[in-house]
């Protein structure tokens, strides 16, 4: 069946600029997330979604991020006034609540900032 | 929260060789212990996991050890091929909430 995917898989920006970065993660998985990698980096947690509980947002590095789950499927990750240290691949995943955790990555988006 | 430390941050093997990657973590409420292998261009792919009631699990070349009273686990594949070569990540979790290592680049010489 269909995996995760991301939208755009690439993405090139001006300093400044704000940028969505979309995810649709697999059918019928309530838990979603999204994680920075930067160049030759590991796995930088930004924020969660499970369900329709509130989103733990402890992985935000500034005000500047911000990310939407609607209809508790698709997810779109803002970054507003994007800066240079913002590029890095961005990541989303998905799982299933009830079962062992196990997540199911997407390709990434790579975020190019100018 | 959970942190998770992973060593070596690179690892360089001869084809055929093992290659052991070691992790830490640090809350012992952590039960569920997946490794991932990142290739270039791609997102993580899940290769193996532990659970915390368990202490060993194998998969044909890759086997993966938890040690729960040390809170370390280690992934272990034996006879590597170049196409083992990639990054892998371990992880812990608890319930859906998981945090990644930084990370091992492995190399597989041929």
């Known amino acids: 069946g269909a995996g995760v995917s991301q939208s755009p898989s690439n993405k090139v920006t001006e300093k400044g600029k704000d940028v969505e970065l979309r995810c649709d993660p697999i059918?019928?998985?309530?838990?979603l997330y999204w994680y920075r990698q930067s160049l030759g980096q590991g796995l930088e947690f930004l924020i969660y979604?499970?369900?329709?509980?509130?989103?733990?947002k402890s992985g935000l590095p500034s005000d500047r991020f911000s990310a939407e789950r609607t209809g508790g499927s698709v997810s779109t990750l803002t970054i507003q006034r994007t800066q240079q240290e913002d590029s890095a691949v961005y990541l989303c995943?998905?799982?299933?609540?009830?079962?062992?955790?196990?997540?199911?990555f997407g390709p990434g988006t790579r975020l190019t900032v100018l | 929260g959970e942190n998770v430390e992973q060593h070596p941050s690179t690892l360089s093997v001869q084809e055929g060789d093992s290659a052991v990657i070691k992790c830490t973590y640090s809350?012992?409420?952590?039960?569920?212990f997946p490794w991932y292998k990142q290739e270039l261009g791609k997102g993580p792919q899940l290769i193996i996991d532990?659970?915390?009631?368990?202490g060993e699990k194998k998969d044909q070349r890759i086997a993966v050890t938890l040690n729960k009273t040390a809170k370390h686990f280690s992934l272990h594949i034996t006879e590597t091929q170049p196409e083992d070569s990639a990054v892998y990540f371990c992880?812990?979790?608890?319930?859906?909430?998981?945090?990644f290592g930084a990370g091992t680049r492995l190399t597989v010489k041929p």
């Open positions: 995943a998905s799982s299933l609540v009830d079962q062992h955790g196990e997540q199911f």
């Open positions: 059918s019928g998985h309530t838990a």
């Open positions: 979604f499970q369900g329709n509980s509130a989103p733990d």
């Open positions: 809350d012992s409420a952590s039960n569920y």
């Open positions: 532990i659970r915390s009631n368990v």
């Open positions: 992880a812990a979790s608890i319930d859906n909430d998981m945090r």
